[in-house]
């Protein structure tokens, strides 16, 4: 049961974003621009990135929202079940393991990142802006982590939620859908 009150059916963030607007919408837009905006990292790669911080921060809700994000733009679910097992043994780029590498020192602490990793990235063609970009997803979603764990929001149990979930992220971003949120009393669970 979530330590405020949220309203039923709005599970996760979503109930805290709906919360206090005010401070939510900051936090969307900055969501807007990292992981929809225009980047060198596709939106795939980008929800990967949330994936595996908060796999590793083992925010359930969080976890399953993204990767069903990325599945939902890989149209498949292999690559971010591979991610979450073992990094190197992915199906992804070079690239990509060395910036989801960073993105997991980053869940440890911004202190965990070295040099070595950094230049692996670099040597395997991270250019700054998805270095600085991966750091700031990573901070981010620890934000939203803990956020959603320190409030004990809800995280329903049914995969369609989550399915449904990903495609509103796919079709609208991050945005609040201007109509709210009431069509979500059926689905949760």
């Known amino acids: 049961m979530p330590y405020i009150s949220i309203e039923d059916h709005l599970p ?3 109930g805290l974003l709906e919360f206090r607007k005010e401070t939510s919408e900051p936090l969307r837009e900055l969501t807007q ?8 990292l596709t939106e795939a790669e980008r929800e990967l990135i949330a ?21 939902a733009y890989f149209g498949d679910s292999e690559t971010t079940s591979k991610v979450r097992e073992d990094i190197q043994s992915a ?3 070079d690239k990509m393991k060395a910036l989801l590498t960073i993105a997991s020192m980053v869940q440890e602490s911004g202190k965990s990142v070295t040099p070595q990793a950094v230049e692996a990235a670099k ?3 991270a250019t700054d ?21 320190g ?27 201007k109509e709210g949120y009431d069509f979500l009393k059926s689905q949760v669970k």
């Open 151 to 177: 409030l004990a929001t809800i995280a329903p149990t049914n995969p369609e939620y989550y399915k449904a979930m990903a495609e509103r992220l796919k079709n609208n971003g991050y945005h609040r859908v």
């Open 51 to 71: 994936t595996i911080v908060s796999h590793k921060n083992k925010c359930t809700f969080c976890v399953t929202s993204h990767a069903a994000a990325a599945d």
């Open 12 to 14: 996760g963030v979503t």
């Open 91 to 93: 199906p992804v780029s």
């Open 129 to 149: 802006l998805e270095l600085h970009d991966t750091v700031l997803i990573a901070a981010l979603f620890c934000l939203y982590n803990r956020y959603v764990d």
């Open 33 to 40: 621009i990292l992981l929809r905006g225009p980047s060198t």
């Open 123 to 125: 040597q395997a063609g």
